[in-house]
């Protein structure tokens, strides 16, 4: 299996709340996230959306399709949610919230291996397709998050991978 770590921060200026509740809503993502084909709510969790499984289907830029599953493992209202990831990716994904003076920094923590068997014969050599397909999916979904919430874009950057 082939490992990836990426870490994406958007600076959008809205308030931490309101992009919270978006980010805690993943069926409703696909509405507003290019590249995000579908995204169904498998179990509700409990109040503050712990226990919440979600299965996705995504599109990367570069054509090939990505199925996994989540399930949210930590929240911390309004500033963290935590999720395991199965599927044709496995891992941890992270998405924390800062607020300061009305522009919120959403980092997400994506740390995952991929498990079909066609990305990891050819991961030696595509890795930097990949994380570039990664990175333009990141950018798409910053910029429809911010059309979403109807807030201004300040910035959108991949601190690594």
């Not at 959403?106 to 990949?130: D, E, G, K």
């Amino acid at each position: 299996m082939a490992d990836y770590r990426f870490v994406t921060r958007w600076r959008l200026a809205a308030p931490r709340e309101a992009i919270f509740q978006a980010l805690g809503e993943p069926a409703e993502w696909p509405a507003w996230w290019p590249g995000l084909e579908s995204a169904e709510r498998l179990a509700h969790g409990d109040d503050t959306g712990l226990g919440r499984r979600y299965r996705y289907r995504w599109r990367s830029a570069l054509g090939y399709r990505l199925h996994f599953m989540v399930c949210v493992t930590r929240v911390h209202l309004p500033s963290l949610i935590e999720a395991r990831a199965s599927g044709d990716l496995e891992g941890l994904g992270r998405w924390t919230l800062q607020e300061v003076e009305g522009i919120t920094e959403v980092t997400h923590l994506w740390r995952v291996r991929t498990t079909p068997r066609w990305m990891n014969l050819i991961a030696p050599l595509a890795r930097p397709l990949f994380a570039r397909s990664h990175h333009a999916l990141m950018q798409r979904g910053a910029r429809g998050l911010a059309d979403h919430l109807a807030a201004p874009l300040i910035g959108s950057v991949e601190i690594h991978g």
